[in-house]
């Protein structure tokens, strides 16, 4: 029973529910403050997380790769169409809260947030080892940051925060009923390094969040992928 991704898949459609409907009712100091104390927490996460690393070189080689792939076929682009059109639908039950923001500014928070809830490497982890160990620790804690994050960010973008939770649940389910097939390929060191690679882009999420990168973080998702083969090789030909 996948507990831990309807806790936390659930918590995210709360949270821009709640943070849809009472934005205006949130003070606006709140609603300025927080989002520094979640990117805090994302850097909290990512350092824990890159602190588990077995071997630098093949996460390394994992981002620089997977983020030259992303730009080569144009990831971000793809995700970004694909957040347009969330947003659209979302639109017509429930207006933008900041009717100041521009097309831009909406669509690059919004893919912020997709990846920092769909794709971060504490979700996918723990979605793995929550469907091959029963252990939904790892995704409950997780629930409680998105929740929070899910509404102030809604406070600002809308209920199409909320509809974040679909893609996410799809995302992490396909992962739980995945991992009887996929973690016993795994070593200790690969899910180590797969860890730490999910780590930086939870670490650059946390710049994001703070404005002090402008970068895309959709194209360094296919490190994600590239992160265990190429730990797996490491081990075989180490330096």
């Not at 350092?47 to 994992?62: E, G, H, R």
Request: proline share 5%; aromatic share 10%.
């Amino acid at each position: 029973m996948p507990i831990g991704i309807l806790i936390n898949c659930g918590g995210v459609f709360l949270g821009g529910v709640l943070g849809a409907l009472l934005g205006d009712k949130i003070p606006e100091r709140v609603r300025k403050n927080l989002p520094i104390f979640f990117g805090t927490g994302s850097f909290i996460m990512g350092v824990v997380s890159i602190n588990k690393i077995d071997a630098m070189p093949p996460v390394i080689l994992a981002v620089i790769l997977g983020t030259a792939f992303g730009q080569l076929i144009y990831l971000d682009e793809k995700i970004t169409h694909f957040a347009s059109l969330l947003r659209k639908p979302a639109e017509k039950l429930f207006t933008l809260k900041d009717n100041t923001m521009t097309e831009d500014e909406f669509l690059s928070e919004f893919v912020t947030m997709i990846v920092l809830f769909c794709a971060s490497g504490t979700g996918i982890f723990g979605s793995i080892q929550s469907g091959m160990t029963g252990d939904h620790s790892i995704l409950i804690s997780k629930a409680v940051l998105d929740t929070f994050t899910a509404i102030i960010f809604a406070t600002r973008l809308g209920l199409p925060i909320a509809a974040i939770a679909i893609p996410q649940a799809v995302i992490m389910l396909i992962l739980f009923f995945s991992a009887q097939f996929i973690y016993p390929l795994t070593t200790p060191e690969m899910l180590a390094d797969f860890s730490a690679c999910g780590g930086a882009l939870v670490l650059i999420t946390g710049f994001k969040i703070f404005k002090l990168l402008d970068v895309s973080l959709a194209n360094i998702l296919p490190a994600m992928i590239l992160v265990m083969p190429l730990s797996w090789l490491w081990s075989y030909f180490p330096l």
